[in-house]
């Protein structure tokens, strides 16, 4: 059974950092693209950060580019989002996603708030 668990989340004050990791478990991690996404209250879920599997090449949003780094550990099965300079329109949930043979995954989120 496929399944994805985010950590890390909680409250910062602005210009702060939080690391988020998706644990994946029942599928063979290191084979699979990795995807951060977030969505704000009132506001579509958007893509914020991809990691390929092979090369491991990474893709960022427009909004966090310079600020977040998307990583993988797949010995640990493990995908990381390092947010730094977290400003207050960063506030979302934040969502871990894998595609498996054309079916998606969601992990069950994790909040993020930065306010002061």
């Known amino acids: 059974q496929v399944q994805l668990v985010e950590s890390g989340g909680g409250l910062v004050q602005p210009g702060g950092s939080l690391r988020l990791s998706c644990a994946g478990y029942?599928?063979?991690?290191?084979?699979?693209?990795m995807s951060w996404y977030r969505q704000a209250p009132g506001k579509e879920r958007e893509l914020v950060a991809r990691?390929?599997?092979?090369?491991?090449?990474?893709n960022y949003a427009d909004s966090v580019k310079g600020r977040f780094t998307i990583s993988r550990d797949n010995a640990k099965n493990t995908a990381y989002l390092q947010m730094n300079s977290l400003k207050p329109e960063d506030t979302a949930v934040y969502y871990c996603?894998?595609?498996?043979?054309?079916?998606?995954?969601w992990g069950q989120g994790t909040q993020v708030t930065v306010s002061s």
């Open positions: 029942g599928f063979t991690f290191s084979r699979y693209a």
């Open positions: 990691i390929g599997s092979a090369d491991a090449t990474t």
């Open positions: 996603n894998a595609i498996l043979s054309f079916l998606s995954y």
